[in-house]
Nanobody, 124 residues
């Protein structure tokens, strides 16, 4: 069993930056694939970025490429999402998720564990 806890959300002006963190419990965290998703009010949860267990594979949604960077520190059981050049349309609750098989998954249904989410609000 893995428990995930996101942090780092908040209110930022357009063009600003935030770094989200997702701390994981569990001995086998280092073998898990990790993903970030977001959900805006009235919309479905959507993929943002993912990273496989050894950081060899990273994928990004087209809308965040070049602005967001996913990384992980397995020694600290933490995955990060650095978000730069934020836009008002990036406002959402951001969730991290873990895949036991270690892959970089895109579909939310492919993940086994989820955090509670952290709110990101970008003002114009």
């Amino acid at each position: 069993q893995v428990q995930l806890a996101e942090s780092g959300g908040g209110l930022v002006q357009a063009g600003g930056s935030l770094r989200l963190s997702c701390a994981a419990s569990g001995r086998t965290y280092g073998t898990y694939g990790m993903g970030w998703f977001r959900q805006a009010p009235g919309k479905e949860r959507e993929f943002v970025a993912n990273i496989n267990w050894n950081s060899g594979i990273r994928n990004y949604a087209d809308s965040v490429k070049g602005r967001f960077t996913i990384s992980r520190d397995n020694a600290r059981n933490t995955v990060y999402l650095q978000m730069n050049s934020l836009k008002p349309e990036n406002t959402a609750v951001y969730y991290c998720a873990a895949d036991r098989r270690g892959y970089a998954r895109i579909g939310p249904h492919e993940y086994d564990y989820w955090g509670q989410g952290t709110q990101v609000t970008v003002s114009s």
